[in-house]
Each structure stands twice: as structure tokens, then as C-alpha cells.
């Protein structure tokens, strides 16, 4: 799984949202998302659906303020995110 840099921006319409932005390829997009799934300023978006040069195409957990699901994002903007072992 990937998790994708947000910035927060404060708080959603209703207490269980937050409002972050997104870093894309065209500019900032902003979202409303569940303050739990925000993870040390990043959130889930599972693995890139698509690749052009230097630009992973990914889905995001909600849809942007805009209407658009997936977004082109920087490389630089995904962090892969650490399996946890479980012991038995």
C-alpha cells in the first residue's frame, strides 16, 4: 500500500471530516477526509493505477472538491507504507 503527503487545512463540514489538499500535477486539490485516516500528514490510497515519466496516477480515498477521483501525483508525494508483522 501507498500513502500520499496532505496538507491540513482544518476542519470539514461536519466533525468527522478535515479538510486536506494534494499536491498534483496540475496543482493543489483539496478533499474531505475522515481525520482517522490521516497518518503523520498522509493518507491511504492503496498502489498507482497508472505511470507517465515522473507522474503515478492514484485514487484517492475520497473525491477532490472538483469531482475528480484520480489524481497525478509526483513520485515525491507517495510514501510506501510499512507492512506491520504480527507475531504469533
Given at each position: ?7 491540513q ?6 466533525p468527522?471530516?478535515m479538510?486536506?489538499s494534494?499536491?498534483t ?9 475522515d481525520?482517522?485516516?490521516i ?7 492503496g ?21 475528480a477521483?484520480?489524481?497525478w501525483?509526483s ?5 510506501s507504507?510499512?507492512?506491520t508483522?504480527q507475531?504469533?
Open positions: 500500500m501507498m500513502r500520499l503527503k496532505v496538507k487545512l482544518g476542519e470539514g463540514l461536519h468527522s471530516e479538510f486536506v494534494v499536491e500535477k496540475d496543482g493543489p486539490q483539496d478533499l474531505a477526509v481525520p482517522s485516516s497518518h503523520g500528514s498522509t493518507v491511504s490510497v498502489w498507482p493505477v497508472g505511470r507517465k515519466g515522473h507522474y503515478l496516477l492514484v485514487e484517492l480515498p475520497r473525491p477532490t472538491s472538483a469531482g477521483r484520480r489524481v501525483v513520485k515525491d508525494e507517495l510514501v507504507e510499512k507492512p508483522r507475531s504469533a
